[in-house]
């Protein structure tokens, strides 16, 4: 099985490195090639998204992402932003299904900005349509008004946009999700203004008739932002589109108050993968080993239970993460008084140590 290894920039190799090696002390016979991508694409083939490196994806079974965006490729035109990589590998491996878990480990309770309370035990799924919507909806951009009150000034536009098999088949993964957990599914639009969310909404509720004994709950996107803060335990799978899920797993991450805690899969069809930390590239931190690798070792958990099929290791790695959260071992990001202060290699070197154990 062949695994392609994206790095990107700012810390994206520090915890990339990590999860490579607790991969590697698996003992399972992958194959894993790295590639550059993002401002280090830029930097060595001129575009985020090299040619090399889309035909490494294309191969491999499996992509393992770091981060991508630094600030001194902020003044790059649009098209060449190390955020074009990863809107790019989305687009061009049809990986709609962006599965976004939110859990509190109990250990990390008071890093929550919210009360104990609301959050112990929180365990929340968030599918997010990844390839369509407002993110790569045509036409966009930036004309002179032909019509309204402001004919004639310059205006700058996008187009929101679902089409009927798009919505079915995020509808159908977040509908077998739910069946898999609690079998209770909040779908978030903005029925009561958008044209897009009201159709959205009339084909989830269709597909929900091959779901019966999943209960479907419909809910708007400024509502569901409110019910996050107010009762975040009262959800159990949440299925939105691009530029909804985009917002509320942000929030969702914050809840856990370790955004540097959660892994991500970008699933196609045939779940086939891109696994990533949720959080960004944070230059402000690179190369100084304070980075919390354990969001990216669980992503490498996520794909050995998704495109690897080899669920008893993402167990393991599961497992081990767990340990070492209850040995006290922290990461700068979620030190508290009381436990122990480690960088990332050492953190990375504590998970492989936890898995033989
Ligand atoms: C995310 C990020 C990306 C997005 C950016 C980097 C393009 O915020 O994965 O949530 O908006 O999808
Ligand atoms: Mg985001």
């Known amino acids: ?45 001129g575009h985020p998204l ?156 269709q597909v929900h008739l091959e779901y019966p004994e999943v209960g479907l709950e419909h809910m708007y996107v400024d509502n569901a932002a409110m019910q996050l803060i107010k009762a975040p335990k009262e959800f159990d799978v949440i299925v939105t589109g691009n530029m909804f899920g985009d917002i509320l797993s942000d929030e969702a991450a914050m809840l856990t108050g370790s955004i540097g805690m959660l892994p991500s899969a970008s699933l196609d069809v045939n779940n086939k993968g891109l696994y990533e930390p949720s959080h960004g590239s944070a230059p402000d931190i690179a190369g100084k080993g304070l980075a919390n690798p354990l969001a990216t070792i669980l992503s490498a958990a996520m794909m050995l239970r998704f495109s690897l099929a080899k669920p008893l290791q993402a167990d393991r790695i599961e497992n081990a993460v767990k340990k070492v959260l209850s040995q006290g071992l922290r990461t700068p990001d979620i030190y508290a008084n009381g436990t122990k202060k480690v960088g990332t290699v050492e953190m990375g070197n504590a998970v492989v140590s936890a898995l033989s154990t």
């Open 1 to 45: 099985m062949k695994i392609a290894i994206l790095p990107g920039d700012g810390i994206g190799p520090e915890i990339i490195a990590q999860a490579v090696k607790v991969l590697n002390a698996l003992e399972e016979p992958f194959e894993m090639e790295t590639a550059a991508v993002g401002g280090a694409g830029y930097a060595a083939y």
């Open 50 to 205: 090299p040619e090399v490196t889309l035909n490494l994806t294309k191969k491999a079974d499996a992509i393992l992402f770091g981060a991508v965006g630094d600030w001194q490729y902020d003044t790059l035109e649009r098209s060449l932003r190390p955020e074009q990589a990863i809107l790019g590998l989305r687009k061009n491996l049809n990986l709609f299904a962006n599965l976004r878990p939110a859990i509190l480990y109990p250990e990390l309770a008071g890093a929550s900005s919210l009360k104990p309370e609301i959050v112990s035990g929180l365990d929340i799924l968030i599918i997010r349509e990844l390839t369509g919507d407002i993110y790569f909806g045509q036409p966009r951009g930036v004309r002179i008004a032909a019509d309204g009150t402001y004919i004639g000034e310059r205006e700058g536009f996008d187009t929101m946009r679902y089409s009927e098999p798009e919505i079915r088949r995020i509808a159908h993964v977040a509908f077998q999700a739910a069946q898999k957990r609690c079998k209770r599914l909040t779908s978030v639009d903005k029925a009561n203004v958008l044209e897009t969310s009201q159709f959205w909404r009339d084909i989830v509720r």
